[in-house]
C-alpha cells in the first residue's frame, strides 16, 4: 500500500505539473514562477494524518517581509494564501486514492477560482485585486480594521513601489493613513501605529532599499529554473 501511495504522488505531482506548464517544480508540492516582483503558483497541502491534499493558489514577495530580507524569509510566508471550493461551496481535500477520479473536477475549479492566469505577462490592477480579495477571506475578514489588514495594505504599497507607480504608491500611503486601525490589535502584536508609519512612510522615501532586495532575491541561484513574466 505504501508503495501504491508513493506512486499516486507521483501521478499527483506529474497532473498538476502539466495542467500548468508555465509553472516549475520548486520544492515538494510547490510550482512557481516569478511575476514581476512577487512568485505566484500553486502548491498542494498535505493535510495531516491522513491521504489526502488540498491545492493552494500563493503569492510571495520578492523584496523581504517581516521576518527577513532574503529569499528564504521571502517564501516562509505567502502574502496571499487563496483555497479552492467545490460546487457545494466546501474547500477540496482530495484523497490521493481518488485522485485519478476527481482531478478534471478539480482542476476546472481550480482554473475558474485563479485570480488571474498563471500564463504570460498580468495587469497590476489583477495582482492587487488578488490582494483585496484575500483581505475579505477569514480571519482577515473577522476585523478590517487589524494589524493583520494594515500589513497586507503595506505589502500592497511595496507592490506598487516595485512596479513603479509612484502615484498609486501615494494613493495607497493616503488610504492607509485615512484608515481607523484598531490600535489595540497592534498592541496585541507587539507593535506601535506611529512607528510602523514611520517604517511605511520610509519605504517610500527611501525605495532603493527595497528595489535593491528585490534585484538580491530576483539572482537568487534557486530561482534560475522558474519562468519569469511581467506586471504590467
Known sequence: MAENIKDIKKQVAEDWQNAFPQLVKYAQNKYYKILGSVIVGI??????????????????SLWGNKWGKDLKACLS???????????????????????SADFS?????????????????????KVLSAFDEHSKTPPLSAAPN???QASLMESKLELAICSGHEKLVQ????????????????????IKYEEWLNSVEHKITN???L????????????LEKLQQSELN
Open 105 to 125: 473536477e478539480v482542476l476546472r475549479a481550480v482554473q475558474k477560482q485563479l485570480p488571474f492566469s498563471m500564463e504570460g505577462n498580468v495587469s497590476l490592477k
Open 146 to 148: 487589524s494589524y493583520l
Open 211 to 222: 528595489l535593491s532586495r528585490l534585484e538580491t532575491n530576483k539572482q537568487d541561484k534557486k
Open 171 to 190: 494613493d495607497i500611503f493616503s488610504q492607509i493613513k485615512k484608515r481607523s486601525w484598531d490600535l489595540d490589535h497592534f498592541a496585541l502584536w507587539g
Open 207 to 209: 525605495n532603493n532599499e
Open 43 to 60: 502548491e498542494l497541502i498535505k493535510l495531516p494524518k491522513v491521504e489526502e491534499y488540498r491545492p493552494h493558489f500563493v503569492i510571495y
Open 77 to 99: 510566508a505567502p502574502i496571499v494564501l487563496k483555497e479552492f471550493f467545490n460546487r457545494k461551496g466546501l474547500q477540496f481535500s482530495i484523497s490521493y486514492s481518488k485522485h
